[in-house]
């Protein structure tokens, strides 16, 4: 795997030193270093190389054209994406993630509320998201024998045609700006105390319904605490936040959503305990247990 020493690695520590906000003293730490994704922090930056295979060309710049013009809610960038030994590469200022006592679910809401309400025609334009493509290239990678693998595929053929990419996606009920793929690691914490949101590689304009569809779904399978994702969307309503507008019931809008993110998320959970030879953990387990769940209640509906 590349390091700070790899060709690769040494052209980001380098990136880092010379990029404001970087320390030509500071020793490079690797922050990140999986699925074809390499982060390095440098002082007080972070120079991140990105998937080869992802969309980093002009939409990926218009993402962050986006970012710079709400820097109260996403981490700006700092200068625009470069190439880099065949990879795009961008540098960013470096937050503090999240850590693992009190996460910041009401924070997290009440930021997603805003970036929801954010009015999107007076930023640079970002793409228009119709649907996830995630979990069906997820799905597609595992292993045609195994059980696990099974509950999963069956899980997945019960969602609309439309998620699986099999037919036109129907028009939202309503269409915000959203961040695309909201978890509490896109979160990091300023010096100031605030909190801005970070990987804008999904960012565009859709149903905020799947920013809310991760929690969600762990809330779903038993794995997120009733009383964080109580938290979570008390700060999300607090902020007015339009996924879930008063006197709707917010499943209606996130039941499918929900059932996407927690087969895709067992999808990857299966595959990971299958590179690394090792049987699936609580987590991973209780993620398949959904997936038994939605193919039980939820049969192949054609849109």
């Known amino acids: 795997m590349p390091d700070t020493s790899s060709p690769l690695g040494a052209e980001l520590v ?17 922050l990140y270093d999986r699925h074809g994704v390499l982060v390095i922090r440098v002082g007080g930056v972070v120079v991140k190389a990105h998937q080869a295979d992802r969309d980093n060309g002009p939409r990926l710049a218009a993402r962050m054209a986006a970012a710079a013009a709400l820097p109260g809610l996403l981490l700006p960038p700092v200068g625009p994406p470069r190439q880099v030994r065949g990879r795009v590469v961008t540098v960013w200022p470096y937050g503090e993630p999240v850590g693992p006592e ?22 640079p334009p970002v793409p228009r998201w119709d649907r996830p493509v995630r979990a069906a290239q997820v799905v597609a990678r595992l292993d045609p024998d195994g059980a696990e693998e099974r509950v999963v595929r069956e899980a997945f053929a019960s969602l609309p045609a439309w998620v699986r990419g099999q037919a036109p996606a129907p028009p939202p009920a ?10 509490l690691g896109q979160l990091v914490g300023l010096p100031d105390g605030t909190w801005r949101m970070i990987d804008i590689e999904d ?11 991760r929690p969600a779904a762990l809330f779903s399978a038993g794995v997120l605490p009733p009383e964080d994702w109580a938290r979570f969307l008390a700060g999300y309503a607090s902020a007015g936040g339009p996924a879930a507008p008063p006197g709707e019931d ?23 305990a299958r590179t690394e030879g090792r049987p699936l953990d609580g987590f991973e387990g209780a993620l398949v247990d959904a997936c038994s769940r939605i193919s039980a209640t939820r049969r192949s509906p054609g849109e």
């Open 14 to 30: 380098a990136i880092g030193r010379a990029a404001p906000g970087g320390d030509p003293r500071a020793e490079p730490v690797v």
């Open 174 to 183: 309503r269409r915000t700006l959203i961040h695309g793929d909201w978890h």
């Open 203 to 213: 960012l565009g304009v859709g149903d905020p319904a799947w920013d809310l569809a």
């Open 102 to 123: 009190d996460p910041p679910w009401e924070e997290g809401g009440r930021l997603l509320a805003r970036l929801h309400l954010a009015d999107h025609r007076r930023i």
């Open 250 to 272: 917010l499943w209606d809008s996130l039941d499918i959503p929900a059932r996407t993110l927690a087969i895709q998320i067992a999808a990857t959970c299966v595959i990971s």
